[in-house]
């Protein structure tokens, strides 16, 4: 069993990707427990108050460290001693100027035996010092900035957990954009005729190795057109 832990101020932000298709069929499996904590439950102030202006001037708001560091520890309390997890563990702050995730990543996230603690930030973000008291890993999911960390959150989980052993049959995973190199050759369905459009003719030929062929020199235009960026990696 894999463990996520997700600090928010929004837990009713997790509601349809926990209940939901892939996701929810991995918590139903055992495969992944994803466990929610809010990080309001431990405010020290009269008013459950858990952002404060930056020292020094600015706008906006951040997440002080107080109420942040008793959750991580709350988190830390629950996979240790409630549910006895024995995977290692790596706390993560959803943020923008963390690295850039890929699927190279998120296939390493997925492989090593650890449990993830997941902070989300909000407003101007959280107190540096939460960040280096926990040797916390910032990764961003792409070069802009979301108002929230929830939905980054999700993006991470869902990118690492459909690669966990047992998740998704691995040769559904085996040709997909971004694991080859390459970025994937077009899909077709039922039916075969559609709006006057046909399916190409090959694919429906039986010959397997004249499809691959095809699908090969496909995934190259593909990705000549959007990301000709990556055919210089391979
Ligand atoms: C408005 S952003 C804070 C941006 C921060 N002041 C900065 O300029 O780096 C609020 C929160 O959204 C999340 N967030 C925003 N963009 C993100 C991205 N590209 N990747 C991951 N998390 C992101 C982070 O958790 C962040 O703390």
Do not use: W
Request: glycine share 6%; proline share 4%.
């Amino acid at each position: 069993m894999r463990n996520f832990i997700v600090l928010t101020l929004f837990k009713e932000a997790f509601s349809g990707f926990i209940d939901t298709s892939i996701i929810k069929r991995a918590i139903d499996q055992n495969i992944v427990n994803i466990h929610l904590i809010d990080i309001r439950d431990y405010s020290l102030n009269k008013h459950k108050k858990v952002d404060f202006p930056p020292v020094g001037g600015g706008s906006g708001m951040v997440i002080s460290p107080e109420p942040l560091g008793l959750a991580i520890d709350k988190a830390y309390d629950y996979l240790k001693n409630d549910i006895k997890s024995t995977n290692d563990i790596k706390i993560i702050y959803m943020s923008p100027r963390g690295f850039l995730l890929n699927q190279k990543m998120s296939y390493e996230f997925a492989n090593t035996k650890n449990d993830y603690i997941i902070i989300c930030g909000h407003y101007e973000g959280i107190d540096e010092r939460i960040i280096e008291k926990y040797n916390v890993l910032e990764i961003s999911i792409g070069d802009y900035v979301l108002t929230q960390g929830e939905l980054a959150s999700q993006v991470f989980m869902d990118s690492v957990i459909r690669l966990i052993d047992g998740t998704i049959k691995k040769e559904s995973l085996e040709f997909e954009s971004h694991t080859n190199g390459l970025l994937e050759y077009p899909q077709y369905t039922k039916p075969i005729l559609y709006d006057n459009m046909k399916v190409p003719e090959i694919l429906l030929s039986g010959n397997h190795q004249k499809i691959a062929d095809y699908r090969k020199m496909e995934s190259i235009r593909i990705t000549k057109k959007y990301r000709p960026d990556l055919l210089n990696k391979i």
